[in-house]
C-alpha cells in the first residue's frame, strides 16, 4: 500500500513564527498536493507540485510557500503563521492515471 | 470553474437505516472523475470509490452503493442497513480527466452519525 507521512499530527505555533509542514510519499509518486481542510467549506488545495521542483498554485496560495527538493518529500512552508492559518493541513500523492493517497493530517493551531 | 455541493451539513439516523448522501457538480468538461471519500474521527481520508463521467452504470460494494445521473450532475451514495462505525465525515470529489497532476476538487462534506 502507498503510504504518505505527515511528520506531525499536532503542532501549536505562534504568530509570526516560520513553519515547516512536512509530507513523504514511499511510492515514487509523481504529484503531491498539500490541502487545507475548514469545517464547512471542505478541503480546498494550496499547492501541487507535478514533479520535482516544479510547482504551481492551487486556490488559496496567499500566505504558504511549498519545496520539492525530491520526489517522496513535499513541504508546505507558512513564512509567517498567523491565526486565520490555524486549520488542519492535508498532503496527497497520486501516480499518474492513479488515484489520490492521503495523509493523516497535521492539525494546526497558531495561537 | 469546477464545484461540488453537498447540500446536507449533517445527517443522523438511528442503526440499521438506510442513508442517502448527496452530491451536485458542475463543470464544463465533457470527462472528468467523481470520487467519495470517508473521513473517519481518525482523520485521514479513505477513498471509497471513483467513476468516470462516461461510465454511468450503478455500483454496489457491500452495503453501499453510488447512483451516478449525468443528467443531474448528481453523484449520490446510499449506505444501506447503517452501521455505527459508518460515522465519518463523507466527501464528495471531482477531478479533470487527465495524466497529470488533476487537483480534486471537495464539496464541502457531510457528518453523518450513525446512533445506536
Redesign the interface.
Known sequence: DVKVTQSSRYLVKRTGEKVFLECVQDMDHENMFWYRQDPGLGLRLIYFSYDVKMKEKGDIPEGYSVSREKKERFSLILESASTNQTSMYLCASRLTLGGYTFGSGTRLTVV | AQK?T?AQ?EISVVEKEDVTLDCVYETRDTTYYL?W?KQPP????V?LI?RNSFDEQNEISGRYSWNFQKSTSSFNFTITASQVVDSAVY?C?LSEFG???Q???????TRLTINP
Open positions: 461540488v453537498q451539513t470520487f471519500y481518525s482523520g485521514e481520508l477513498f471513483r466527501f470529489a495524466q497529470g497532476a487537483k480534486l476538487v471537495f464539496g464541502q462534506g
